[in-house]
């Protein structure tokens, strides 16, 4: 074989051997009885001759273009998609990061936060350091729950956001779910939780973690087992701020409801901007869920979860 007999049928030849059965040149040159120069000529020709066509895979590309079909599909303002992991804590800790970093960014002086509870968001609080104060007001969306974890104790993370921003904190001193509908009515117009209630109607930023129903592997149910049966009955597929909706974005109105000490959804939809967090392939149908029940503005994903989201959407 010789240099002037590179036909078609050599050229790709050359090119199967080197680019899909991972042969080097040595090894082609010295099986087809030719020079390793030969070899390299003919894998030059071939690109030249477009039978050999490289392209390179960004894959900040690649979930720049997830993020653009979401927003495309959904109307969301922002659609933040992070490289998701296979190890759980990291990618909470990559997600509250990226939640992190979008406050710094956003939040500005006389705003209203409100926050809500979760291993990610508590992530985020974990991970605040903004270049300046904000004279932000943060209050929690949600009663306290029973469990002792310190991402379920909200008034605790309502401390340390607002003094990483130099804010005010607002604190919620309820439980999250009470004996009747009466006392709930009563907790929520003391003076002591007015406050915080009133504030409900003036969020300027909300941020809120994305359950699931059935629960994921490792998450902690806040309102009990006993208590969601109702939500799992009619369709469930998850919650935000502890209301539950249906895979459609029908949000599910069971009696626990009205024993629960915490923002309505309609008062969440009133906020400039409804940020939204999660992670994970499991919380497809219920992040497709709360983006057709109107529930968040801005979302902050893993590709995982996006890729999988935008298949259900």
Not at 107 to 115: F, T
Request: glycine share 8%; aromatic share 6%; hydrophobic share 40%.
């Amino acid at each position: 074989m010789s240099e002037g007999s590179s036909s078609t049928a050599t050229l790709i030849q050359v090119a199967q051997m080197y680019y899909n059965e991972n042969r080097s040149q040595q090894e082609i040159a010295a099986q087809l009885g030719v020079s390793r120069s030969l070899i390299a000529l003919f894998l030059k020709r071939a690109r030249e001759q477009n039978i050999v066509r490289i392209e390179i895979a960004d894959p900040q590309d690649l979930r720049e273009d997830l993020a653009a079909r979401i927003k495309y599909k959904t109307g969301l303002h922002s659609v933040t998609i992070i490289p998701g992991t296979s190890n759980p804590e990291l990618n909470r800790r990559t997600l509250g990061g990226a939640l992190a970093r979008h406050l710094e960014h956003t939040l500005r002086d006389g705003q209203v936060l409100g926050y809500s509870w979760g291993r990610t968001l508590l992530e985020a609080a974990n991970l605040l350091a903004p270049s300046r104060p904000r004279r932000i007001e943060v209050v929690p969306l949600l009663g306290e729950s029973s469990f002792t974890s310190s991402y379920t104790q909200m008034n605790q993370t309502v401390q340390q956001i607002a003094h990483s921003f130099g804010g005010q904190p607002y604190f919620l001193l309820a439980p999250l779910v009470v004996g009747t509908p009466e006392l709930r009515d009563a907790l929520l117009n003391d003076e002591v939780a007015r406050p915080v209630v009133e504030r409900w109607n003036q969020l300027d930023v909300a941020c809120v973690g994305i359950g699931t129903l059935p629960p994921a592997p490792g998450q902690v149910i806040y309102l009990g087992e006993e208590n969601v049966r109702c939500f799992l009955e009619e369709d469930g597929v998850g919650d935000i701020c502890a209301r539950y909706f249906t895979r459609s974005g029908k949000v599910l109105d069971c009696p626990l409801n009205q024993r629960m000490i915490g923002i309505s959804l309609e008062q969440l939809r009133q906020a400039r901007a409804v940020v939204a967090i999660a992670g994970g392939a499991e919380k497809s149908r219920a992040l497709t869920g709360a983006l057709r029940a109107g529930l968040a503005t801005d979302l902050i994903i893993d590709d995982t979860l996006a890729q999988a989201a935008l298949e259900e959407l």
